[in-house]
T-cell receptor
Framework: KQEVTQIPAALSVPEGENLVLNCSFT??????LQWFRQDPGKGLTSLLL?????REQTSGRLNASLDKSSGRSTLYIAASQPGDSATYLC???????????FGKGTTLSVSS | GAGVSQSPSNKVTEKGKDVELRCDPI?????LYWYRQSLGQGLEFLIY????????KSGLPSDRFSAERTGGSVSTLTIQRTQQEDSAVYLC???????????FGPGTRLLVL
């Protein structure tokens, strides 16, 4: 059974800090992995999707990596800002068209 | 262009009543997914549509839950004889094709009293 884990559940950092959010998964035969952001009371905003053939994806200050052999993905946020405060969720898909399996998320708080 | 929309945004109902939740996916997206997010449970998959067919209904928690999709577009999730444990945020997502980026709607917050 595939599972996705995110540790820590919560993280607080001062503005300007570079930070890494962690995601681990069982079953290295992952098809793709997607990172989302969720603001309180809102839906999910897709940040990055990494296909199994890729090692990383970048969008602005965000960089996501995927290491299938170790069952890990990281989301790197450069020069964090208070507006980055949100819950970050990673989700894996193990076959095209099947459900995303989500971690419980890391709630990030960036203080000014 | 327009994103995924869901209605209603909030629904309060009494235990035992039926509810219908609606999802309008992004135009042209062939794949549509329903998920449920409840406190302490995280996000759980309910059902996946490819076109109007549902190849994967494995996440529906009981036979009180059903869903359909018509015209390869709008989908409705129906919960019959609602129970308090059905209270959650119901999220819909669509993707251009299976296996591609899923884009989520704002969700319907369901409260069963």
């Amino acid at each position: 059974k595939q599972e996705v884990t995110q540790i820590p559940a919560a993280l607080s950092v001062p503005e300007g800090e570079n930070l890494v959010l962690n995601c681990s998964f069982t079953d290295s035969a992952i098809y793709n992995l997607q990172w989302f952001r969720q603001d309180p009371g809102k839906g999910l905003t897709s940040l990055l999707l990494i296909q199994s053939s890729q090692r990383e994806q970048t969008s602005g200050r965000l960089n996501a990596s995927l290491d299938k052999s170790s069952g890990r993905s990281t989301l790197y946020i450069a020069a964090s800002q208070p507006g980055d405060s949100a819950t970050y969720l990673c989700a894996g898909m193990w076959q095209a068209g099947t459900a995303l399996i989500f971690g419980k998320g890391t709630t990030l708080s960036v203080s000014s | 262009g327009a994103g995924v929309s869901q209605s209603p945004s909030n629904k309060v109902t009494e235990k035992g009543k039926d509810v219908e939740l609606r999802c309008d996916p992004i135009s042209g997206h062939t794949a549509l997914y329903w998920y449920r997010q409840s406190l302490g449970q995280g996000l759980e998959f309910l059902i996946y549509f490819q076109g109007n067919s549902a190849p994967d209904k494995s996440g529906l928690p009981s036979d009180r839950f059903s869903a359909e999709r018509t015209g390869g577009s709008v989908s409705t999730l129906t919960i019959q004889r609602t129970q308090q444990e059905d209270s959650a945020v119901y999220l819909c997502a669509s993707s251009l094709a299976r296996g591609e980026t899923q884009y989520f709607g704002p969700g319907t917050r369901l409260l069963v009293l």
